[in-house]
């Protein structure tokens, strides 16, 4: 079994899932505190110094330079080890199936075959005679990120055991609750110490994520006017009714179902309340900024609208800003996604930038001054039973991981503690060119 299949399997045990109901604490389930506490002890065991693990289940820890490289700025490995509250995570049996093609099965859970087809997703037919871990079809695998996770890990053991493999001095953060929305929000950088960084949290192998969504979360407060109904005709207004006016008014082809690529969209997420008074809830996505600003704006003329018809303070819409595009931050820094890019094809893997139809750590990180693009891990059907992600997908990551920090070696004393690039850094992000900025820009 190799190294990073069998720290892998360890780790998807570990219930580590976050509750969006429990936000308002770090972390926000119990349960990740024994993953922290697991996570810690991985990293002592590897030898690596100044391992903490906070009050707030961060895990972080320290990886001298090898060699030569003591006077490269030093670079961030991070994953989240929470798992998603999108599907049960208690109680996850992973197992290795030998895929032979055809419908890759799970397990039976009452009566239903759990499984994942090619026509669902396409790439199965580059894992024929692979193995691929699933889970038994009741949970989710817990991938997202703990292949992250256990692809850093086995990447710190194989640096230990050989230590004629560059590197610069690395900086281990394993993150919690990112899977709703907070994330590195606590991670103390200065105390980190790192010029620049990547997140392990995508999936399909290959990707590159240095652009995602800027992101809010909208809060619609609807105030009706309530009296008897059989009293009601030109006094009472119905907070239901206004809300359901508020919904048709939001541009119907600019919603999730009917966007893909570098589209934005408008997504109504939550509705709570009655007649009298109600809340409801969106995220706004857009790559773009000023597109990002229109789609707030377009929320607030529709208040203004229906106040206008039904009076004064009847809609009410605040605004949560969760995150912003990365890419708007990472100009100069090209030579984080060149280095990536090129440690991929040295290990025949052909990388592809995607922009990110969702957050990461990544760009919270970047927004706080550290460039962090985003790395995949391999996985697929995240946040679903119908979880997997390949073995070979698992070590491949690896050894880009390996690549990926000995480019940030070769260039000691090139690249300075700020990340600004590097006077020899890098190829070309698109074979021709800086990396694209953010549309709009």
Not at 226 to 254: C, R, Y
Not at 378 to 407: C, Q, W
Not at 419 to 429: L, R
């Amino acid at each position: 079994m190799s190294d990073v299949l069998e720290r892998f399997l360890r780790f998807v045990q570990v219930d580590s899932q976050s509750d969006p109901n429990n936000e308002q604490v770090t972390p926000s389930t119990e349960r990740q505190h024994q993953m922290a506490a697991v996570l810690g002890d991985e990293l002592r065991a590897l030898g690596l110094s100044d391992v903490a693990v906070d009050e707030h289940a961060y895990v972080t820890g320290t990886l001298p330079a090898s060699a030569g490289a003591e006077s490269a700025g030093a670079l961030m490995l991070c994953s989240h080890l929470d798992t998603a509250p999108d599907a049960p995570a208690a109680g996850v049996h992973p197992h290795v199936v030998a895929y032979e093609g055809g419908a890759l099965v799970a397990g039976v859970v009452d009566g239903e075959t759990i499984q994942s087809t090619p026509d669902q997703v396409p790439d199965l037919a580059k894992f024929v005679g692979q193995d691929i871990v699933v889970t038994d079809g009741s949970t989710l695998l817990g991938a997202d990120d703990k292949a992250g996770v256990a692809e850093i890990c086995a990447l710190l053991a194989r640096l230990v055991a050989h230590p004629e493999l560059a590197h610069p001095t690395l900086k281990i953060a394993f993150v919690p609750d990112e899977e709703i929305g907070h994330g590195a929000s606590l991670l103390d950088l200065d105390a980190l110490g790192a010029a620049y960084g990547y997140t392990v949290d995508g999936e399909t192998l290959g990707e590159i994520n240095y652009e995602c969504f800027s992101a809010c979360e909208a809060t619609v407060t609807v105030r009706g006017v309530m009296v008897h109904p059989g009293a009601a005709k030109d006094i009472m207004v119905n907070a239901i009714t206004v809300a359901s006016e508020f919904q048709q008014l939001v541009p119907a082809w600019e919603r999730p179902e009917h966007t893909c690529g570098r589209e934005g969209f408008y997504h109504p997420t939550d509705i709570e309340g009655s007649a009298s008074e109600l809340q409801l809830k969106y995220i706004v996505r857009d790559f773009d900024g000023e597109k990002f600003a229109d789609r707030q704006a377009v929320l607030s003329q529709i208040a203004e609208l229906l106040n206008g018809r039904y009076g004064e303070g009847t809609v009410t819409v605040e605004f949560r800003q969760q995150y912003r595009n990365m890419a708007e931050r990472l100009a100069g820094k090209e030579f984080l996604v060149d280095y990536a890019m090129e440690a991929n094809r040295e290990v025949g893997i052909e990388p592809v930038a995607v922009p990110a139809r969702g957050g990461t750590d990544g760009a919270q990180l970047t927004f706080r001054g550290l460039a962090c693009p985003n790395l995949a891990t391999g996985g697929y059907n995240a946040h679903s039973v119908r979880e997997f992600i390949p073995v070979s997908s698992m070590e491949a990551t690896v050894d880009m991981l390996e690549r990926l920090v000995a480019k940030f070696a070769a260039v000691a004393g090139d690249v300075p503690a700020n990340g600004d690039v590097p006077a020899n850094g890098g190829g070309d992000a698109n074979g021709g060119g800086d990396v694209p900025a953010v549309e709009g820009e």
